[in-house]
């Protein structure tokens, strides 16, 4: 039983590394990281740190869209560029559960990442309640690279699955500044600490509640559907 656990947490951790110098993705990591540095010093020195809005954006939702499209849009093309793809369905079992825990390290690693940069801007910059920050954060993130890995599959490229990605990013964007979306659960980019003065704070966390409920079904979907088209493997060889 010991050995089982020692052997499993082992391979984990293996296959953790293994992402994390997947491509260029610890160098996204670096950058990110001397972001949330830079941006807490200058508020430090500048004693006039950022409002709590924009920390949400800039100090967490940016860095970690970047850093999950980005091994998202590897994690496909590194195994096809390094003719290892087809190994992962031959593994005894499922090729599905291959797959689902391939990607599920990946989500435990940028959730362990957002939770660092969380715990940054709450220490450095502004107190928040940190499971809400990291809650909101990572389910855009998690539809984020659930919608990349769809188009990755699809188009047996995960550099072509990332330029779809960042243009539907980009519409909802657009759309999330018109105003009768703004502040509805309709918005995909809805700042959880920037609630309406005039707005109940019951009505608020109803809002907050169906958005995030409807952001992490339809990235379940996208998942599932991009697992679907993997019976069709042999393009990929």
């Known amino acids: 039983m010991v050995k089982t656990i020692l052997y499993n947490s082992y391979f984990l951790f293996s296959q953790i590394r293994r992402v994390l110098f997947l491509g260029k993705f610890y160098i996204f990591l670096i950058i990110a990281l001397l972001w949330e540095a830079a941006v807490s010093i200058i508020g ?55 797959w689902l825990y391939k990607l599920s390290v990946q989500f435990i690693i940028l ?17 928040f309640p940190i499971e809400v920050m990291v809650i909101n954060v990572f389910i855009l993130v998690f539809f984020t690279a659930n919608i990349n890995f769809f188009f990755s599959i699809i188009f047996k490229s995960g550099y072509t699955g990332g330029l779809i990605t960042v243009f539907i ?25 920037s609630k309406p003065a005039n707005l109940d704070l019951l009505i608020w966390n109803e809002r907050l509640l169906y958005n995030k409920l409807g952001i992490a079904f339809f990235g379940s979907m996208f998942m599932y559907f991009g697992l679907s088209r993997l019976r069709n493997r042999e393009p990929f060889i």
Not at 85 to 91: G, N, Q, V, Y
Not at 169 to 193: A, E, G, H, K
Request: hydrophobic fraction near 50%; glycine fraction near 4%; include cysteine.
């Open 44 to 98: 430090y020195v500048s004693k006039d740190p950022m409002p709590l809005g924009a920390v949400f954006y800039t100090m967490n939702l940016i860095p970690m869209l970047i850093l999950g499209l980005y091994l998202s849009m590897t994690c496909v093309s590194f195994e096809k560029e390094n003719r290892t793809i087809e190994t992962l369905f031959t593994i005894p079992g499922s090729p599905y559960k291959v």
């Open 111 to 127: 959730l362990l990442v957002l939770i660092l940069i969380a715990g940054i801007s709450f220490f450095f910059v502004q107190d």
């Open 169 to 193: 990013l980009v519409i909802l964007m657009i759309f999330s500044q018109i105003d009768p979306i703004r502040n509805t659960s309709w918005n995909f980019y809805i700042n959880p600490f």
